[in-house]
């Protein structure tokens, strides 16, 4: 199972940004799929999960309204669109999937929201 995660950067704060995350060596289509994010000196929290046909999702309250994850099964891709970004926002952020009872991340991408 490899996730590779692209799309972080450096955005003003009210800007925005899009997360991709392609995956490999499992049945992409079959397995739910959640953004997470750490920052500096906080522990890793949930950021979204959306389910493995996309027919539902789920968000943290600090992002509800702001954040959104979708999925494209034929691209094999889950993505994180971020609106209305703010400091606060600044972590990396890793996509995860769990398959059987293994959970499988990716190596993260940077987001850092300032002026």
């Known amino acids: 199972v490899q996730l590779v995660e692209s799309g972080g950067g450096l955005v003003q704060p009210g800007g925005s940004l899009r997360l991709s995350c392609v995956a490999s060596?499992?049945?992409?289509?079959?397995?739910?799929m959640s953004w997470y994010r750490q920052a500096p000196g906080k522990e890793r929290e949930l950021v979204a999960t959306i389910t493995s046909a996309g027919g539902s999702t789920n968000y943290a309250d600090s992002v509800k309204g702001r954040f959104t994850i979708s999925r494209d099964n034929v691209k094999v891709t889950v993505y994180l669109e971020m609106n209305s970004l703010k400091p606060e926002d600044t972590a990396v952020y890793y996509c995860?999937?769990?398959?059987?009872?293994?959970?499988?991340w990716g190596q993260g991408t940077q987001v850092t929201v300032s002026s």
């Open positions: 060596g499992f049945t992409f289509r079959w397995y739910a």
């Open positions: 995860k999937t769990r398959v059987g009872v293994l959970d499988y």
